[in-house]
């Protein structure tokens, strides 16, 4: 729920586009290289995300920052709390 969130938040934003992907095998929608490729930025949610990326898409992200938000599974789909902790861990990075 925390990357749908993610995707919702930023999907009428005019300057930013955003897809979220899980790493489990029971994700609607899975990370892939294609994915990665269009990213400019990859944002992951918690330690093993990244880990699943290095070990899975070493080369699609070996040049590429990573940006853990550390946002641990416990909230539901549009939490109020993790729309907050959402915008105000990416804010940073979209002001670049």
Do not use: Q
């Amino acid at each position: 729920m925390r990357s749908r969130t993610a995707e919702t938040i930023y999907a009428e934003n005019p300057f930013h586009k955003a897809k979220s992907a899980g790493v489990t095998k029971g994700a609607k929608v899975k990370v892939t290289s294609e994915l990665l490729h269009w990213a400019d930025m990859i944002f992951v949610m918690e330690d093993e995300h990244e880990e699943y990326l290095r070990e899975e898409f070493w080369n699609e992200i070996r040049y590429r920052e990573v940006i853990n938000l550390d946002i641990c599974d416990n909230y539901y789909f549009m939490d109020p709390e993790l729309i907050e902790l959402i915008k105000t861990n990416v804010s940073p990075y979209l002001e670049r």
